[in-house]
């Protein structure tokens, strides 16, 4: 198989939080797949929410790729995400185990955290060696500015579901927080609302690909850090870590999934 032809997976990309990470898309569908409509989304607005589970993608395609990677090919992790969100796919537990039996690194997931609170969604969370989840906002309204969420997603429930998810969860869960001008000041309270939940590392990030919305400075966001100090055992911001230049595999895959991209090492959000 060539690195033209494949579908699912993407990169691999360097993540600033990550190291050298290859994305799996469980998704893979020709327009956005998401329950968020985040406005400083690199992939362009949801055009069309999606709430329910399905079956996207096979299992069995997705292993056919994995086994089709360059021998030489060296990875960190490999991280299900890509255009949308990926616990929408109801086969995502399926994938995780599938793809563990076929590859040694550490497997992710990264999620909006809408659909945590959910038992079938937590157990195919299970299967993963780390969580990161995203939480932009402190209450309804601000979730409204930030992810304009499909109707009927609530702020109370998501929180809820990541603490129960803790409770379960004995891995790695981390905790993504996306800050722009829009909710800059709100950083204090965003801290008061994810203190109890008991993640392991926060990650403060801001727009470094081509977004809608105009990046905070480094200045800024280390401003911002000192107030979820006591949130988490560690808090890092994408402008600290140094990344390395990678070339990906196929690099129209990888835009579809990742956004604008670049081999040059910079901020990026995954």
Not at 54 to 73: N, Q, T
Request: with cysteine; glycine share 6%.
């Amino acid at each position: 198989m060539s690195a033209q032809s494949y579908q699912y997976i993407y990169g691999p990309v360097h993540s600033w939080r990550l190291g050298v990470s290859l994305g799996i898309d469980p998704l893979s569908t020709q327009e956005k797949c998401c329950n968020f409509n985040c406005r400083y989304c690199q992939l362009g607005p949801t055009l069309n929410f999606y709430s329910t589970r399905e079956v996207f993608v096979p299992v069995d395609k997705v292993i056919e790729e994995v086994l089709s990677l360059p021998a030489a090919l060296k990875l960190d992790v490999i991280t299900f995400s890509g255009r949308g969100e990926p616990t929408l796919a109801k086969n995502l537990g399926d994938m995780i185990r599938a793809v563990r039996e076929v590859r040694t690194e550490p497997i992710g997931v990264i999620t909006n955290a809408v659909l945590i609170g959910r038992v079938d969604v937590q157990e195919d969370l299970l299967s993963a060696d780390f969580i990161l989840a995203k939480l932009d906002a402190f209450d309804q309204a601000s979730l409204q500015e930030m992810n304009a969420p499909a109707p009927g997603v609530a702020f109370e429930a998501i929180l809820a579901g990541m603490k129960e998810f803790r409770k379960k969860y004995l891995r790695k869960l981390a905790g993504q927080i996306m800050f722009t001008r829009h909710n800059k000041s709100q950083a204090a309270r965003i801290a008061d609302a994810v203190r109890d939940i008991g993640l392991d590392e926060i990650e403060l990030n801001t727009p470094l690909r081509p977004s809608p919305c105009q990046p905070l400075s480094p200045e800024e966001l280390a401003a911002i850090k000192p107030i979820f100090s006591r949130c988490a055992p560690a808090v890092k911001t994408v402008y600290e870590l140094q990344q390395k230049p990678v070339s990906p595999l196929n690099r129209e895959e990888t835009v579809k999934r990742h956004g604008s991209y670049s081999e040059e090492p910079r901020g990026q959000k995954e």
